[in-house]
T-cell receptor
Framework: DQQVKQNSPSLSVQEGRISILNCDYTNSMFDYFLWYKKYPAEGPTFLISISSIKDKNEDGRFTVFLNKSAKHLSLHIVPSQPGDSAVYFCAASARSSASKIIFGSGTRLSIRP | NAGVTQTPKFRVLKTGQSMTLLCAQDMNHEYMYWYRQDPGMGLRLIHYSVGEGTTAKGEVPDGYNVSRLKKQNFLLGLESAAPSQTSVYFC??????????????FGQGTRLTVV
């Protein structure tokens, strides 16, 4: 039973446009959410996070939105750049079970010219 | 600035063989983790450690053992490798528990194939 779901295995976006990556979760105890970015043959790197007490967090071109009632979060990248082509993992954790981050299956984002 | 270093980067094992994956971090982090990445499955937590001398089971611990004898090192052992353990293994570390609003730093991964 996947607690964190990324239903789109891949996404292709034109350079300069907005990329929207989606993530759904089932565990209502999750109170902290993260996005990681992964290039081939490298380890994942932290991108942005959001606490459940917020509904939006912005960092430059990256914004994460959290809709707790729908158990849904999304990552917006605008404008999209070629270097954004990577696999993006959504992840979540619960304060009650610190040290256990649950990852989604990832979405491969391709930015086309 | 090494960060998190995993050894080896690649390995091919025969079924039944044993091996140890080494993870070293130079950031003085308390928490360390081992994940495996499989197609369509994301990153799944195998074992983790909240400090020197401690270990705990994650989501998929069966077939693996770990040790944290020194704060900077976290070892993952496979006693009798099986083809189902073919995967990419990632080590990570963080200053505190990941549920406490901190990020984890990952190594570059170890690609293990069991034939």
């Amino acid at each position: 039973d996947q607690q964190v779901k990324q239903n789109s295995p891949s996404l292709s976006v034109q350079e300069g446009r907005i990329s929207i990556l989606n993530c759904d979760y089932t565990n209502s105890m999750f109170d902290y959410f993260l996005w990681y970015k992964k290039y081939p043959a490298e380890g994942p790197t932290f991108l942005i996070s959001i606490s459940s007490i917020k509904d939006k967090n912005e960092d430059g071109r990256f914004t994460v939105f959290l809709n707790k009632s729908a158990k849904h979060l999304s990552l917006h990248i605008v404008p999209s750049q070629p270097g954004d082509s990577a696999v993006y993992f959504c992840a979540a954790s619960a304060r009650s079970s610190a040290s256990k981050i649950i990852f989604g299956s990832g979405t491969r984002l391709s930015i086309r010219p | 600035n090494a960060g998190v270093t995993q050894t080896p980067k690649f390995r091919v094992l025969k079924t039944g063989q044993s091996m140890t994956l080494l993870c070293a971090q130079d950031m003085n982090h308390e928490y360390m983790y081992w994940y495996r990445q499989d197609p369509g499955m994301g990153l799944r937590l195998i074992h983790y450690s909240v400090g020197e001398g401690t270990t705990a089971k994650g989501e998929v611990p069966d077939g693996y053992n770990v040790s944290r004898l020194k704060k900077q090192n976290f070892l993952l052992g496979l006693e009798s490798a099986a083809p189902s353990q073919t995967s990419v293994y990632f080590c990570a570390s963080s200053n505190t528990g990941q549920g406490a609003n901190t990020e984890a730093f990952f190594g570059q991964g170890t690609r293990l194939t069991v034939v």
